[in-house]
């Protein structure tokens, strides 16, 4: 297959491209024409939102329909759909509204505090899965940094949408300032200019920090444009300051490379990175031409489409069509022989190319790189619909993994099922795969959720102090 002949895609894509795009709808400043089956797995898979999240409380589960915990980055996923439902009319204002304020005044009357138990957070940060009884710590995880950010995205995002003179709506902008003012990020900065990952109340922090390039950049900027508890801007400088050891053409073109899809993905559902550059990226774009953070992802989409094509690991399903590896759950943790050559699988496990590749497929994945290669996702969507249907594909979208080289199994099974004819097939959804679809989609269809976060303060205070310039950010 020749360059031409791959980007174009080896059966869908090409003729989607060949056809001068998809079906309805449009995407300002993206691409051409949406799919209608796009537009389908969008709502249902907010859909799920609805159907699995507490309304008095607003309580995702992390997955489902095996009993969870809630997962605290999904609460923010879902504080996020809540207005793409509106703006789609999938649900009214006043229901989006009320969901909302319901989340945010929990989450701001939640006990902090330093005990191990009966708590929800501690220095303004929350653990990472809350007890769905009690709203309380689950178990013994970590206070998370990163999981707590993404919350917060969530709300800042909802009390910029919310920007009528309701009371509630009041409510939410004055709720969720309070929350995000009150997190203690200076009290995470435990090495020099570097954020820790969390902490535990009985063995205190972790030793990891956020120091290589992957999602944590919302953390470092909401760390940095804190009214309140701010942290240096020097803790951007020491974030870039290793990305040497990232940047690779190992996969794709030249890119900041980091495996797993979400790394690429969270930070961009709440950061319109297009046109906006660092002083890192600002050398660099003098180096090869213009590049940000938006181009280093559509690259590393790229680089995974291509990875698929090229199969080194030699698993069955891979294809420019059908491709796809982050963060998701597998199988379980076994090795077993299939075909004369022994393979390893891994139950829930960060996947990338040449990392855990173990041909679990994440539809998550291609679908949530909506933005950076919609002509591409689309052929992907069609594509697994086609080979493998109501397999992995139903009420609520997508079932969360895949594999189609595990054909049968001769022990057991940590998750999911083997269907004849498809291979192993995850039984959940997870919260955390199912909103990056959602978020993704919606702001290549309308820039909804970038449109309102580039009004938002503290992030452009923070993008500001960390030296982005140019673009949307001087505008």
């Known amino acids: ?57 607003g309580l995702t589960p992390d997955r489902w329909p095996t009993p969870s915990f809630s997962s605290v980055a999904a609460v923010g996923f879902a504080l996020t759909c809540w207005p793409v439902g509106v703006e789609r009319g999938w649900m009214t204002r006043a229901e989006a509204r009320t969901r909302t304020l319901n989340t945010v005044r929990f989450f701001h009357d939640a006990p902090q505090g330093p005990e ?29 940094t990163v999981d ?12 910029r949408y919310f920007d009528g003179d309701d009371a509630d709506e009041a409510e939410i902008r004055r709720l969720t300032q309070a929350i995000y003012d009150r997190v203690e990020w200076d009290w995470a900065v435990v090495r020099p200019n570097r954020i820790t990952m969390g902490w535990h109340p009985e063995t205190g922090f972790i030793a990891a920090d956020w120091n ?16 309140t508890h701010p942290v240096s801007p020097a803790v951007w400088d020491e974030w870039c300051s290793v990305y040497d050891r990232s940047w690779t053409e190992d996969y794709g073109p030249a890119h900041l490379h980091f495996g797993p899809l979400f790394g ?14 660092d002083a890192w990226l600002r050398a660099k774009s003098a180096e090869i031409g213009p590049f940000d953070y938006f181009e280093n992802s559509r690259r590393a989409v790229q680089g995974q489409r291509r990875y698929a094509w090229d199969n ?11 491709w796809g590896l982050t963060a ?43 933005p950076f290669a919609p002509v591409e996702v689309t052929a992907c969507l069609k594509a697994m619909k ?60 309308s820039d909804l959720v970038w449109r309102h976060m580039r009004g938002e303060p503290n992030l452009t205070r923070g993008l500001r102090l960390a030296g982005f310039s140019g673009g949307w950010l001087d505008a």
């Open 264 to 277: 690429h993905q969270y930070s961009h559902m709440f950061i319109d990175y297009r046109g906006i550059r």
């Open 148 to 159: 707590t950010t993404l919350l917060l995205g969530g709300m800042l995002f909802a009390a």
């Open 312 to 322: 080194p690991g030699g698993w069955d399903g891979y294809s420019a069509d059908v």
């Open 328 to 370: 998701c759950d597998g199988p379980g943790d076994f090795r077993q022989v299939i075909d004369a050559r022994e393979r390893e699988f891994f139950s829930y496990s960060a996947r990338g190319p040449g990392d855990r590749d173990d041909g679990t497929i994440a539809p998550t994945a291609a679908m949530a790189s909506y």
């Open 212 to 227: 290589v390039y992957n999602e944590g950049m919302l953390v470092l900027l909401l760390a940095i444009g804190s009214r």
């Open 1 to 57: 297959m020749d360059r031409r002949h791959f980007l174009m895609g080896s059966t869908v894509a090409g003729a989607l491209l060949a056809a001068g795009g998809c079906a309805t709808g449009s995407i300002p400043g993206l691409a051409g024409p949406i799919d209608t089956e796009m537009v389908e797995l969008q709502r249902r898979t907010f859909d799920w939102f609805v159907h699995v999240t507490d309304r008095e409380r």
């Open 386 to 445: 086609a080979r493998y249907g109501a397999a992995i594909y139903g009420q609520w979208g997508f079932l969360d993994a895949f594999n189609p080289t595990l054909m049968e199994r001769e022990g057991p099974l940590l998750h999911g099922r083997i269907v004849p004819g498809t291979g192993w097939v995850a039984d959940d959804y997870l919260g955390i795969d199912q909103g990056p679809i959602v978020v993704m989609i919606e702001n290549a269809r």
């Open 116 to 144: 191990a138990t009966g708590t929800t957070g501690y220095k303004g940060f929350f653990y990472h899965f809350l007890n769905r009884e009690t709203g309380h710590r689950h178990g013994r995880v970590e206070l998370s």
